[in-house]
């Protein structure tokens, strides 16, 4: 089936240091890839998208490219803030069931923590 | 349009008692969506709605499990005779149309089962 692999966290990291946090999956066909940020007390929030290969997602500063030949999307930001403080979570949404649900697989999510 | 609500947002209860969460998705939105999360780990999908139609259920939903969505509108979880091993975060989401676009989730539901 379906996974997503995440590296370990927690991450940290000081502010203005550039981040990475790498993501690879497992998926039969094309999915779409997600990555999601959970701040402490909340829900998820979506926070970039790529639905094809070489596909790049970007939002905040954030980026990640959608790397077939390598299935990876790995999370990056060139230079972080305390406020991006939180859970990143890679997500993929692969398998089309007759349902058409495109329900999420994720990665068991980064802490990542950024100090003054 | 204040995204998409849950309620409550902690619940505490004793082992064998049965629980109800209410989720209010985002109103032009008809699929809906149950994850569970537990400490450490991922969301897990548990079920999935397009309008009042239950489409897909997760085996992770055991028979002790059980969704509504009446009316394609809020949505409701019960968990009958709970067990602490169902102490987790369940999180609701919708989307819209048929497009993958990512889902909005709402803030989640806390259950400790004591």
């Known amino acids: 089936g379906d996974s997503v692999t995440q590296m370990e966290g927690p991450v940290t990291l000081s502010e203005e240091a550039f981040l990475t946090i790498n993501c690879t999956y497992t998926?039969?066909?094309?999915?779409?890839l997600f990555w999601y940020v959970q701040y402490p007390g909340e829900g998820l929030q979506l926070l970039l998208k790529?639905?094809?290969?070489?596909d790049k997602g970007s939002n905040k500063g954030f980026e990640a490219t959608y790397r077939k030949e390598t299935t990876s999307f790995h999370l990056e930001k060139g230079s972080v803030q305390v406020s991006d403080s939180a859970v990143y979570f890679c997500a993929l949404s692969g398998q089309y069931s007759g349902a058409g649900s495109y329900q999420l697989t994720f990665g068991k999510g980064t802490k990542l923590s950024v100090i003054p | 349009d204040t995204g998409v609500s849950q309620d409550p947002r902690h619940k505490i209860t004793k082992r064998g008692q049965n629980v109800t969460f209410r989720c209010d998705p985002i109103?032009?939105?008809?699929?809906l969506y149950w994850y569970r999360q537990t400490l450490g780990q991922g969301p897990e999908f548990l079920t999935y709605f397009q309008n009042e139609a239950q489409l897909e259920k997760s085996r992770l939903l055991s028979d002790r499990f059980s969704a509504e969505r009446p009316k394609g509108s809020f949505s409701t979880l019960e968990i009958q005779r709970t067990e602490q091993g169902d102490s987790a975060m369940y999180l609701c989401a919708s989307s819209p149309g048929r497009a993958n676009y990512g889902y909005t989730f709402g803030s989640g539901t806390r259950l400790t089962v004591v």
């Open positions: 109103s032009e939105h008809n699929r």
């Open positions: 998926a039969t066909g094309y999915p779409s």
């Open positions: 790529a639905t094809k290969a070489d």
